[in-house]
């Protein structure tokens, strides 16, 4: 697995980097694949990889009952928090998150969609991880449930391959800064990314943090195989903007829909 730990620094700073990110648009993706692709109607989703919940949040508040599942309890502190911060009474019933390992998930439940978003599938980082987090989401499943996640397009990344990037965030009292760079490991399809933050507060530094990434880059036929040693079958790939979009090789992250067999 990934050597990724989000600690709490880089938990503390997770969502200001991803402010400009729209998880109300992805979740509006999500629902158009439980309505294109689903069986029956979608009422409890497992989101695994849930992160500071800004995608189980989301969809809980649209109805669905929601279980969102993360290994890192920082980044789960951060999602408790935010029901807190308002919404808890209302959501109760609505929405529940556990510590746990994508790998060895085995919740005794049987739900009729789950999600994997944000490439969290590329940081299990050999096939025998793989294949577990697969199994135990197909464990988690009712059969014909669909399985929706986003990975990084192995024929984009070996295109456009990884560079060095920048982030400046402007925050209330100052900002934050982002530095990324990366390189490849190609008879692993892995991609290495060193992240280090730094959040100025008045032009001091009051956190700094340092994370490497190491993330798996995915081929659809690879996928296809990976599905099938699970039990799930590939039944949809498209841009993760667009349900109708074919992915290429300028396509960086693709969706990626499957269903319980």
């Known amino acids: 697995m990934s050597d990724i730990q989000f600690g709490r620094e880089y938990a503390d700073e997770y969502d200001i980097l991803y402010s400009d990110k729209d998880y109300e648009a992805e979740c509006n993706l999500l629902e158009d694949v439980f309505k294109r692709y689903g069986k029956g109607p979608i009422k409890n989703i497992l989101d695994i990889g849930c992160g500071t919940g800004s995608h189980a949040i989301p969809l809980a508040l649209r109805g669905y009952q929601v279980v969102g599942v993360d290994r890192s309890a920082e980044m789960l502190d951060h999602a408790q928090r935010k029901l807190h911060g308002g919404l808890q009474s209302s959501m109760d019933r609505q929405i529940r998150f556990m510590q746990g390992d994508a790998r060895t998930l085995d919740l005794h439940q049987e739900f009729d969609?789950?999600?994997m978003m944000f490439s969290v599938l590329g940081l299990l980082t050999t096939n025998a991880d793989v294949l577990a987090a697969l199994r135990a989401v197909r464990r988690s499943l009712k059969k014909e449930g669909l399985f929706v996640f986003d990975v990084w397009f192995?024929?984009?990344?070996?295109?456009?391959?990884?560079?060095?990037?920048?982030?400046?965030?402007?925050?209330?009292?100052?900002?934050?800064?982002?530095?990324?760079?990366?390189?490849?490991?190609?008879?692993?399809?892995?991609?290495?990314?060193?992240?280090?933050?730094?959040?100025?507060?008045?032009?001091?530094?009051?956190?700094?943090?340092?994370?490497?990434?190491?993330?798996?880059y995915f081929f659809p036929q690879e996928l296809a195989l990976f599905m099938e040693q699970s039990k799930l079958e590939l039944i949809h790939m498209c841009a993760v903007e667009d349900l109708d979009q074919v992915p290429t090789d300028r396509t960086w992250n693709v969706l990626v829909v499957a269903k319980a067999v």
């Open 113 to 115: 969609a789950a999600i």
């Open 154 to 216: 192995g024929p984009a990344v070996l295109t456009i391959r990884p560079g060095d990037r920048i982030k400046i965030i402007p925050t209330e009292n100052g900002q934050v800064i982002r530095t990324a760079s990366g390189s490849l490991d190609i008879l692993r399809h892995l991609s290495s990314v060193h992240f280090h933050v730094w959040h100025l507060r008045n032009a001091q530094l009051e956190n700094e943090a340092d994370e490497i990434q190491w993330t798996r």
